[in-house]
């Protein structure tokens, strides 16, 4: 074989394509020979480069994509499309279907074998496609063992339990036994709970049962109650996972789970509560793919947009998001963050704790027992040499003194201040011990935030607005609109007449006049009143946009804001 027609290694494409540089390589050609892991897979997790970036460079390297089946938890209704016999035959194991495209995602030993894709095509129908990704044999003939033979649906795996004889109370939680149904049961609902699009997973133990709960779209779902003989080897199950104690029962934990999940990385974050009827263990859903939203896609109004970036194109001053827990500050902040992250800036972040691992941003967790509070943490990163800070919150004056010294001199600061509306904010920093003339100047705005449901495009009805609905609705110059639409349900949204959210803002922009008017010691109605003179738009005023364009329902919008405001 020629050079010309030498296949080029991996290191030498992701060079030319300018992913990678030669020093990042040879960094990761280092520590490849401490672990023994895979080129592509440490440059990802070293931050050089994204999953997104190496599955195609590995496509080009190997002509093929590749998946690792050890941290890969399949979609059942995937499994179900391939008897096991075809399986062991063909050595393959199915991943993930994708309903809406019609697509399944197969892993293969061999991607090119074209009659075992024949054979399987003959199987699932001819209208479905097929993804094939490589994988080890061996790792192919350990994921049938695993996955096929068992029951992997939530209503089996319960009848399944219910009709067992096994003892699940002394269960210990050996991870290498699939065929405990236990271990099956919270896999399944680990994935089931990410389909569905939830947020968190509550396990709550009553009295003499224990209740499942899913928070989706903001509310909590009973989806699922088991007998309370259960709980002591789901609990531990859990605890395993999350690599906490499983000895200790009286006192809070927290934990952290990894998992590929529906073809995507997904973090659990879990937490256990002690109470009166045993352990409560809830798990915060982190999926990066969600997590990260590049700030284009937050479907903002284009004025509040353009206003955002403005905000974040001054150099110095600090910027701060309001809201309640759960109103969706984290996912703003963090498509702030991605809007600005590049090489040539440094940013660095202090969180309570980090919830998504960004590539190029120095992130770190706070850890009172350690002595690295929010207050400390900012005097410790101040040495790093950071262009931009992102504070996790501001909860009293010492570390609210901290973030207004770093904006001061020279840094771009990010933080979150729990107050109920933008313009409260400064009250509320007041209150805390911040001088008004230390905030004039030094604040470049203000955004407030709620996260409301969206409509159900497939079963919203339209309605025609009352008198009152009429005078919340109609805007400044007067006009009303003649048909809104509220929720009806039907199955795709679970006959709840909403599926998914979208945030209400409130943006605050700072400007000379509002400056002065907080150097002055003004009340809040003098700088309310201001603003809205320059066209202050409130939470209210956000949601009625809105609820005109068919995205949301009156009753959905005056859940989170105070929509008689605009009755006066």
Not at 145 to 162: A, C, K, N, P, T
Request: with cysteine; proline share 4%.
């Amino acid at each position: 074989m020629n050079a010309e027609n030498k296949p080029r290694r991996l290191g030498e494409i992701l060079i030319d394509e300018g992913v990678i540089t030669k020093d990042q390589l040879n960094i990761a050609l280092t520590e490849q020979k401490k672990v023994s892991e895979p080129l592509g897979k440490l440059l990802v997790n070293l931050g050089f480069a994204t999953e997104a970036i190496m599955r195609s460079a590995l496509g080009e390297a190997l002509e093929q994509d590749s998946v690792d089946l050890s941290r890969v938890v399949p979609d059942p209704d995937a499994i179900k499309m391939i008897n096991s016999d075809t399986a062991r035959k063909h050595k393959v194991i199915p991943l993930t279907y994708d309903l809406a495209r019609g697509t399944l995602t197969i892993a293969m030993s061999d991607t090119f074998n074209l009659f075992s894709l024949d054979r399987i095509r003959i199987q699932i129908g001819q209208h479905i496609e097929l993804n094939p990704v490589l994988a080890g044999e061996a790792e192919i003939s350990s994921a049938i063992d695993q996955f096929y033979g068992y029951e992997l649906s939530i209503d089996g795996i319960l009848r399944e339990i219910e009709t067992g004889e096994a003892d699940y109370t002394n269960y210990q939680g050996d991870i290498e036994e699939y065929s405990q149904p236990l271990v099956r049961l919270v896999d399944v609902m680990l994935s089931d709970a990410v389909k569905r699009g939830a947020s968190d997973l509550h396990f709550e133990p009553e009295e003499s049962f224990l209740r499942i709960r899913y928070r989706i779209d903001g509310v909590l779902r009973q989806i699922r109650s088991l007998h309370k003989t259960y709980w002591p080897a789901i609990a531990v199950r859990l605890k395993v996972m999350a690599d906490m104690n499983i000895a200790e029962t009286r006192s809070p934990q927290d934990g952290r789970i990894s998992r590929t999940i529906i073809g995507r990385q997904i973090d659990f974050r879990v937490a256990s509560q002690p109470t009166i009827h045993g352990e409560n263990i809830v798990l915060r859903i982190l999926d990066r793919e969600k997590g990260v939203i590049p700030l284009e896609q937050l479907e903002l109004p284009d004025d509040t947009l353009r206003i955002l970036k403005i905000m974040m194109s001054r150099p110095e001053g600090i910027i701060l998001v309001t809201g309640p827990t759960g109103s969706g500050k984290t996912t703003t902040l963090y498509s702030l963050l991605n809007h600005l992250s590049n090489e040539q800036i440094n940013i660095m972040t202090l969180e309570d704790p980090v919830e998504y691992p960004f590539p190029l941003i120095r992130q770190t967790s706070v850890s009172e027992a350690a002595g690295m509070g929010f207050a400390n943490g900012i005097k410790s990163l101040m040495r790093q040499d950071p262009d931009v800070i992102l504070v996790g919150e501001v909860r009293d004056e010492e570390t609210a003194d901290m973030a207004f010294r770093a904006a001061m001199t020279g840094h771009q600061v990010y933080t979150t201040l729990h107050t109920n509306s933008a313009i409260g904010a400064l009250p509320r920093l007041r209150d805390i011990g911040i001088i008004p003339e230390i905030m004039a100047g030094n604040i470049i705005g203000v955004l407030a935030q709620r996260l409301i449901r969206k409509l159900c495009k497939y079963c919203k009805v339209p309605h025609k607005p009352s008198k009152d609905e009429l005078r919340l609705l109609s805007n400044r110059e007067g006009s009303v609109p003649k048909v809104i639409y509220k929720p009806k349900g039907c199955t795709t949204c679970d006959n709840t007449g909403y599926k998914g959210r979208l945030a209400l803002l409130e943006v605050l922009k700072m400007n000379s006049e509002l400056d002065d008017l907080l150097a002055q010691g003004a009340t809040t109605k003098e700088i309310r009143d201001t603003a809205n003179n320059q066209g202050f738009l409130t939470l209210a005023d956000d949601g009625v946009r809105h609820i005109i364009d068919g995205i949301t329902s009156v009753d959905e919008v005056a859940r989170v804001a105070n929509l008689t405001e605009r009755m006066n």
